[in-house]
């Protein structure tokens, strides 16, 4: 007896290290959010923010007013010295995702050998990673199980969306960060109806609009990432095509996954959905009609707990469960946050074709 728990335990030591020498490379972290457009996205602009001792909520600082209190002024005459309340506090919770990777015992018994083993779990961990980046990805971009009062999916226990964020009525009785948007008109994202005949001046007439629309108010930062679905974004491409000649290749490059349009970085999701319809994307859905959100990375955050990253536990046996097994968990403690709602935007009901 005393042989076998020598042996379990080595086991679990060899399997435990092996993925903590995955995550120190950072490996895994880097696979899932760059196999996420959106999520690399905004890493690439500097939005994740990673909070080290957590607390029992998220605390997001809002902006509601500017300060009222400047003017032009002559001589000795005082300054205004009105008290300003240009804040409000919202909250939101942290949300908890788990993954498992176990491996039966038998599979262990024939894969003897540590460099077996080692393959084995590499074989084992990207599927682990694989199903990690579609469910995250799914679920930041989910818009069909939004209930009425604007709880997520999973009995609300999913990370935000962005279609919760920035919303195609964003002047209903939902609530964003514990903010009733309905009353709280500072704080209600931009939005866009598409509307007419898709010609490819007029797609871009739209796209320009909704850009400047959500830059109206610059304080906070402006649209800096527009993600599209699948089809409406070879739709730009092909809108850009005939502007191509009059352009500079540094500002618009078709045939690239990410095109600069007017200082937007421009991408696509297969997760975009039809906001218009709240049907959800995925790669094997067609949608009724397309969807394109503008998003100001500095005031959309992605929060992850510190040490909660996609980050692993060690493996434990399964006899726990009555299972032969050995078992690991990749834990994700996450929130989606958006402090100026107003700098977003969606333009909706966007045709499949454009008309020549």
């Known amino acids: 007896m005393a042989a076998n728990t020598s042996r379990t335990l080595s086991y679990n030591a060899l399997l435990t290290s ?57 001589g000795y005459e005082p300054a205004n010295l009105t008290p300003q309340d240009e804040f409000t506090i919202g909250y939101d919770q942290w949300r908890q995702y788990s993954w498992t990777t176990p491996i039966s015992g038998i599979e262990i018994f024939k894969n003897g050998g540590a460099q077996k083993i080692f393959d084995l779990l590499a074989q084992k961990e990207s599927v682990t990673y694989m199903s990690a980046t579609e469910d995250i990805n799914a679920d930041i971009w989910d818009v069909a199980n939004i209930t009425t009062a604007g709880v997520m999916g999973n009995g609300g226990k999913n990370i935000n969306s962005i279609p919760l964020l920035v919303q195609l009525d964003p002047t209903d009785g939902q609530d964003v960060h514990g903010i009733d948007q309905s009353t709280e008109s500072y704080f209600r994202n931009r939005i866009k109806d598409f509307g007419g005949t898709a010609t490819g001046e007029a797609f871009l007439n739209v796209l320009r609009n909704g850009i400047n629309t959500a830059n109206r108010g610059r304080g906070a930062g402006m649209v800096d990432l527009m993600a599209f679905d699948q089809v409406s974004f070879e739709l730009f491409e092909q809108a850009l095509d005939a502007k191509t000649r009059y352009m500079s290749t540094g500002k618009a490059s078709p045939g690239f996954e990410k095109i600069n349009y007017k200082g937007v970085e421009c991408f696509w999701d297969v997760y975009v959905p039809d906001s218009e319809n709240s049907s959800n994307g995925g790669p094997d859905v067609a949608l009724t009609a397309g969807s394109i959100y503008g998003l100001n990375s500095k005031c959309t955050k992605f929060y992850c707990g510190k040490g909660k990253d996609f980050s692993p536990t060690p493996f434990v046996d399964g006899w726990y469960n009555g299972q032969d097994s050995k078992v690991s968990m990749t834990l994700l403690y996450a929130q989606l946050i958006a402090d100026s709602r107003r700098n977003n935007v969606v333009i909706y009901g966007v045709p499949t074709a454009i008309t020549t």
């Not at 950072?26 to 899932?32: A, L, Y």
């Open 18 to 74: 092996a993925r903590e020498k995955y995550h120190k490379n950072g490996v895994p972290q880097d696979s899932i959010f760059e196999a996420i457009p959106t999520l690399e996205a905004l890493r690439g602009k500097g939005s994740f923010k990673t909070e080290a001792d957590g607390g029992e909520v998220i605390r997001v600082n809002i902006i509601k007013e500017q300060n009222s209190n400047g003017k032009s002024y002559a």
